[in-house]
């Protein structure tokens, strides 16, 4: 059974940094993509970043250039660096796998960290 705990969600002031930790229990690890999405009061969810097994990454445009998503497989461990945070960024932070089964994709998440970013 995989479980993703999510850490290193703060409050911070606009312009500063953060980095997110995704702690990964799973036999599979090196062989998953993973990714990070956000929701904010009232939004719908959407992702921010992910990164696939062989470390090819994308990223929502609003972040490019400021977040860097990244993976250790040795550690089972994906992070989110977020650099010049700004108030828009302010969210709950979600880590999330996938996996299909009999042609149906299976979203898993952990229970979220929040971001706070003030003015």
């Known amino acids: 059974q995989v479980q993703l705990v999510e850490s290193g969600g703060d409050l911070v002031q606009a312009g500063g940094s953060l980095r997110l930790s995704c702690t990964v229990s799973s036999s599979t690890f090196s062989s998953a993509d993973f990714g990070w999405a956000r929701q904010a009061p009232g939004k719908h969810r959407e992702v921010v970043a992910s990164?696939?097994?062989?470390?090819?990454?994308n990223y929502l445009d609003s972040v490019k250039g400021r977040f860097t998503i990244s993976r250790d497989n040795a550690q089972n461990m994906v992070y989110l660096q977020m650099d010049n945070l700004q108030p828009e960024d302010t969210a709950v932070y979600y880590c999330?796998?996938?996996?299909?089964?009999?042609?149906?994709?299976?979203?898993?998440w952990g229970q979220g960290t929040q971001v706070t970013v003030s003015s």
């Open positions: 999330n796998t996938w996996f299909h089964r009999a042609g149906v994709r299976v979203d898993l």
């Open positions: 990164i696939s097994s062989d470390g090819a990454t």
